[in-house]
């Protein structure tokens, strides 16, 4: 179970025909130089049964987050920021919408 604020989902699991992944946020990277690190630690499966995706049900929310570091301003961000959110927004115009501008001292994208 993927928690994509960079943490893990230690919760104990009970369906054991779904991977459970352990992601960890070693470093981001930023433009342009990109470099960051993710870990990921997955339980293993003996067998996997197939899914259908036939009915992929609606989207009901969205997270944005743009994040910026080092010398790259905070204005950077909040264009990226913006731009997803018109492209978001022109295709899911009833979306909820999470929103975030992150804030980091250093990044491997610094100049």
Known sequence: MFDDNGGDDSSPREDKKVPHVYPKVISRGYYPK???VV???VDPIHKLKPISLVDRGSVT?????????????HSVALKMHEAAKTAILEKYPNVTLK???????????SA
């Open 34 to 36: 990109g470099g960051g």
């Open 39 to 41: 870990h990921l630690d």
């Open 61 to 73: 929310q969205i997270s944005i987050r743009s994040w910026h570091a080092g010398k790259c301003h």
């Open 99 to 109: 929103e975030e501008i992150i804030t980091e001292n250093t990044g491997c994208g």
